[in-house]
């Protein structure tokens, strides 16, 4: 033990020392975009609005952008430091081209465009729009402090939601129960546009994730090793998933429809309208889906001395639910000067699920002869509701990237279970339970960023944060006793109130010198916790936490040649509190009366350090991405399973703070042009790990419970696209999962094969999509536990093959943008009507 806390201290030691040589070297991290504004003007530096203003970066083409002059000749947009060819176009003038160096956020001058001559022969009805031309985005790229994907290009997840969107993503696993992991890790953090948000539920794991249609996401950030700016929770790292909002002038949006087996319905839009001043938003819309699964084990029992075999239990699980989902999201943003704008949006959320499950029990002696046999049927609904509001202030002090961010967010979510279980020997009833389980979640979040720019290519950045959530679990479970009456049980009943404030700073600054750049910051967080129970015989219960930690982080780059060829090393400490639902000290259902979950109201954050040493190439046909990494965590949260007594074959998992675990690996990330026709974009992990630390509990144990092991394991996609033609295309992906061993458990290899294609149609208006997920049926999960006295076999699948078939239709939108309308000839030099803006 004492060498542990040896080693630990100088590992500490190590990290500590290494953020001060790296805070110390004054390097650069990455190039990073900025803001710039300009204006176009005629030879009499009259206003020429609507102007198409494109951005090629001779560098580089991904780096190109463009943007349309607002009624004001102006325009804003965000691009790379660099040189660029600019245009400019507009209706009634010439064509302009000229060379510009970009190198500070601010403002660019005017650009002046010159007068056609044949203006004055030219009628209204030969105006024809205006077309901007940029870069075509890539599926996956890197950026500053994070990698990017776009799922517009991903048609195997066309008209499902965003966990099959996630299950594509570089660097991300959803595994057949719906758990979401990065690099192997679970503890992954969710935000939506940039903060928590109560439209992926509270607790509510995958069904959060379901009910956000795939068409309603525009981008997902995956940030492997957040800054200090981002809050310190998920030590596995955030995934920030960016929705649709409007993308111009005037009404625009899309409508997508699917129908699927598994049955499944859904109908979403996503709809925008920007006049002036103005924009207005709403995204929404509702599905039907029906699901099925499978959970079998079979788990024998010995005497931890002799290893004699005792008995055998099996348990054979089949589940069907009928799930229904409606969202909605509305809001919009007004610019109440030209350098200050306020945002207002509200979120509703209603989720609705009715699960039956059959569950067959048997026991069998030491010689597998079997001595009884009992089937349960358990049916329960579940039923939730949720609300949010969102308001927000942005104002910039100039155009040199001088602004301060304000914005605030309430929640608010309902959830009503139901479970009915009867067990049965044959045609007896042997024994019944019944649930009614309510959950009520509040949170408030108020944030205020801070960004100062200083000099040409440093910035320096501040911000506080307040984090404020309870969580009332409110638990009635009965069971029937010999009689088979039915009455509550107190053990498994009662009121827990979770309250949780997390009050947070940080402080940043960045900066770029030739080819070598850094980013340091540091962030504190102070979270207190209260956690009240009372069983409804009366007996109460009362723990509170407090505790505060600092969290620096470190990123430096070197530009091999160029801003797109990079070498990138970055630190940082992250923190994992326990979820509330792991700290309710007592089962809280009863629904699978031989495996109960039970949380532990002592289990205490784990911390973890975060190195990564990465390489990003990023050329017009290609894209190579890989990444060292490092990982170690102290108090590692390890979940137990143990029998509920002696001799007893119930078992019950709780979770609890066990040792140190460490991790490693090569993630490596690429994309690539193979052909004008075939294009593949693979994600490949290689890790490693070692733990350490073990656990006892003399009521239950003879002997300790060790979690020493080590172990490597593999993860590969590869997706390949293919184009038949300007209007066909199709996919097919792979999904490789090695086995992988701990020292309580040890799963087996699985692999995945999916299939999708669309066709593009009404002259680009509507696309039609049809995918199959898991092609072979071959998504399960095998494993075998490992305990003081079982071990356990069990096979999962979540879901069985299922097909899709989307139709989308667009209106208003793309890249060709339509010219206003004018009330008056242009022959009459009228200036026309400005608030009529140009659709896009």
Do not use: C
């Amino acid at each position: 033990m004492t060498n542990r806390i040896e080693i630990a201290s100088i590992i500490r030691k190590r990290t500590l020392g290494l953020v001060f040589v790296l805070g110390a070297a004054s390097l650069a991290f990455a190039q990073q975009k900025i803001n710039i504004t300009g204006k176009v003007v005629d030879k009499q530096n009259n206003t020429v609005p609507y102007a198409s203003v494109s951005f090629s970066n001779k560098a580089n083409k991904l780096f190109s952008d463009a943007a349309l002059s607002d009624e004001k000749g102006e325009y804003k947009l965000a691009l790379t430091p660099g040189n660029y060819d600019i245009t400019i176009e507009a209706i009634d003038f010439k064509k302009t081209t000229l060379n510009k160096q970009i190198s500070a956020a601010g403002n660019v001058g005017n650009f002046v465009v010159e007068e056609e001559n044949s203006r004055t022969n030219t009628k209204t009805q030969d105006i024809k729009g205006v077309v901007i031309t940029a870069a075509a985005q890539k599926p996956y790229r890197v950026e500053l402090d994070k990698k990017i994907y776009d799922p517009s290009t991903d048609i195997i997840s066309k008209g499902g939601n965003l966990q099959d969107v996630l299950a594509n993503v570089p660097s991300v696993s959803v595994e057949t129960d719906g758990t979401v992991s990065m690099r192997g890790n679970s503890n992954v953090r969710f935000l939506i546009n940039g903060k928590p948000s109560a439209l992926l539920g509270i607790d509510s794991g995958a069904n959060g994730l379901q009910s956000i249609p795939a068409d309603q996401i525009e981008r997902i950030e995956v940030i492997t090793n957040p800054s200090s700016k981002f809050e310190a929770s998920g030590t596995a790292g955030i995934l920030n998933i960016i929705l649709k909002k409007t993308k111009g002038m005037g009404f625009n949006g899309s409508v997508t429809g699917s129908l699927g087996y598994l049955p499944s319905t859904n109908l979403n839009a996503n709809l925008s309208w920007k006049r002036g001043n103005w924009t207005w938003f709403l995204n929404g819309g509702g599905g039907y889906r029906e699901s099925e699964g499978k959970n079998d084990s079979d788990t024998r029992f010995f005497d931890p001395l002799t290893l004699a075999t005792t008995s055998y239990f099996e348990q054979n699980s089949r589940n069907e639910s009928q799930n229904k989902n409606y969202n909605a999201t509305t809001g919009f943003t007004v610019d109440l000067s030209e350098k200050t704008s306020f945002n207002l949006s509200g979120m509703v959320r209603s989720y609705f699920s009715d699960r039956d499950n059959i569950v067959e029990n048997r026991e069998f002696d030491a010689f597998r002869n079997l001595e009884t046999f009992s089937q349960t049927s358990a049916l329960g609904t579940s039923d939730n509701l949720t609300l949010q509001g969102d308001i927000g202030l942005d104002h910039k002090f100039n155009d040199k990237g001088h602004n301060l961010y304000l914005s605030a967010s309430f929640q608010k979510s309902n959830n009503e279970s139901v479970e009915d279980s009867q067990e049965f020997d044959g045609s007896l009833f042997k024994y019944g339970s019944f649930g009614d389980n309510n959950t009520e979640n509040k949170a408030i979040i108020g944030k205020a960023d801070y960004e100062l720019p200083i000099g040409e290519a440093s910035k320096f950045e501040a911000g506080y944060r307040i984090d404020s959530n309870t969580n009332d679990y409110d638990f009635v479970n009965r069971e029937t006793d010999k009689n088979l009456n039915y009455g509550i049980v107190d053990a498994y009943s009662g009121n827990t109130v979770y309250k949780e404030t997390i009050n947070a700073a940080y402080l940043q600054f960045k900066s770029k010198i030739d080819k070598f750049g850094y980013q340091a910051g540091l962030r504190a967080e102070n979270s207190m916790i209260n956690i009240d129970y009372q069983s409804l015989s009366g007996n109460t219960s009362n723990k509170e936490k407090d505790y505060t930690g600092f969290f620096p982080s470190v990123f430096l780059s070197y530009d091999l040649g160029s801003s797109n060829n990079q070498l990138l090393l970055n630190y940082s400490r992250r923190i994992n509190r326990p979820r509330s639902w792991f700290m309710i000290p007592y089962p809280t259902s009863l629904a699978n009366r031989q495996n109960l979950f039970r949380g532990n109201e002592d289990l205490n954050p784990e911390y973890v350090n975060s190195f990564e040493l990465g390489y990003a190439i990023q050329k017009k046909k290609f894209t190579i991405n890989p990444t060292l990494y490092y990982r170690q965590t102290q108090d590692e949260t390890r979940f137990v399973v143990m029998s509920e007594s002696p001799g007893s074959n119930v078992l019950i998992t709780r979770p609890f703070n066990i040792g140190n675990d460490h991790q490693y690996g090569l993630d490596l990330n690429a994309t690539a042009d193979l052909f004008p026709w075939w294009k593949i974009m693979s994600s490949l992990d290689l890790f490693g790990y070692k733990s350490e630390g073990e656990f006892f509990n003399e009521e239950t144990m003879s002997k300790p419970l060790s979690f020493e092991g080590s172990g490597f394991s593999t993860r590969f996609r590869l997706t390949n696209s293919f184009k038949i033609d300007k209007t066909l295309g199709f996919q097919v992906q792979g999904f490789f999962r090695g086995g992988q061993k701990t020292a309580s458990s040890e799963s087996k290899p699985m692999y995945v094969l999916n299939f999708g294609a669309n066709k593009t149609i009404w002259k680009g208006k509507g696309t039609l999509a049809f995918n199959v997920q898991d092609i072979l049926g071959t998504r399960g999960r095998e494993t075998t536990s490992f305990g003081n006295n079982f071990e356990k076999e069990s096979f999962m699948r979540w879901s069985p093959r299922t097909f899709n078939l989307s139709l989308t239709y667009r209106f208003k939108q793309g890249e060709k943008i339509d010219a206003p309308k004018r009330k008056k000839d242009i022959n009459n030099n009228g200036s026309g009507d400005d608030e009529q803006g140009p659709p896009m």
